[in-house]
Nanobody, 123 residues
Framework: QVQLVESGGGLVQPGGSLRLSCAASGSILRINAMGWYRQAPGKQRELVATITSGGNTKYDDSVKGRFTISRDNAKNTVYLQMNSLKPEDTAVYYC?????????????????WGQGTQVSVSS
């Protein structure tokens, strides 16, 4: 019903940059918020950044000043510009979307996850 497709991950050296993209598709009436989460091996999945339909943003302290989240509402796409990458940023990055949809005749708010994209920061 709703699909999130991520792209832009890869291998980069410390201090380098990557830009992640996540495109949402399906029977979406409204995207309430989109965001990025990450999970390193053996660690809990954690918030990286979120952005609401109104443009309000939140960042984890570990990425403030280095990462920037943005979105293109017309394309239902969210981006994560990652600069000054550190080895501790290495993780699988997951796109998340909280959306309003019409399921049958019922309006529902539902949360969806992308499949994840690997970001590896290593020299």
């Amino acid at each position: 019903q709703v699909q999130l497709v991520e792209s832009g991950g890869g291998l980069v050296q410390p201090g380098g940059s990557l830009r992640l993209s996540c495109a949402a598709s399906g029977s979406i009436l409204r995207i309430n918020a989109m965001g990025w989460y990450r999970q390193a091996p053996g660690k809990q999945r954690e918030l990286v950044a979120t952005i609401t339909s109104g443009g309000n943003t939140k960042y984890d302290d570990s990425v403030k000043g280095r990462f920037t989240i943005s979105r293109d509402n017309a394309k239902n796409t969210v981006y994560l510009q990652m600069n000054s990458l550190k080895p501790e940023d290495t993780a699988v990055y997951y796109c998340n979307a909280d959306v309003l949809l019409l399921s049958g005749s019922v309006f529902q708010n539902r949360n969806y996850w992308g499949q994840g994209t690997q970001v590896s920061v290593s020299s």
